[in-house]
């Protein structure tokens, strides 16, 4: 039997944050294998291509064995049974998440007949201002966002980045 704990964690990392980051690095005590699913959602419109949130992503783990990235069409639970993960992983800042992760995970939970249930971390308290939207808002009015990215990429300059 094989007892590895694997999980997908699902977004659109529109760009990725340090608060994405820190869901992942503090999932890694609880599960052996985390795989990053960049979600190629056709209905939701991205600042960044799908290829750049990928490369900034693949970027922020480079050093993380654990931790595999992938972009995936289609439902997370697919991508779920395509990797072999039981669970997915999901943050929460606020109510407003709580309340949209709630229905979601059901969601989920019905579409894999019970097979993949959720498992949620809440933000660190120092994260738990921090969005992709808000970072989307200082990057298109050129301003520097870097302490809101994950420390592996805080040197790059998103809002003068050629893509
Ligand atoms: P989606 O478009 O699916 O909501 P996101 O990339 O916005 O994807 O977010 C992916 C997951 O990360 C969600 O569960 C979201 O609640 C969580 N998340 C986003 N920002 C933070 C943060 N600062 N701290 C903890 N979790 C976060």
Redesign the pocket.
Known sequence: MNDSKTAV??????PI????W??VMRALNMFDHIYVGI?RNIN?KCLFPLEVRHRLVLKTFENVPQVSVHMYDGLTVDFCRKVGAKFIL????SLF?FDY?KTLAHINRELSNGEIETVFLF??PE??H???TLLRDIITNKGRCNQFLPPPIQSIDLANMNF
Do not use: L, Q, W
Request: no cysteine; aromatic share 12%.
């Open positions: 964690f699902p977004g659109s990392f529109d944050t340090i608060g994405h820190d869901i979600g939701k999901r943050g929460i800042r998440d992760e933000a660190r994260y738990s921090v969005s992709s």
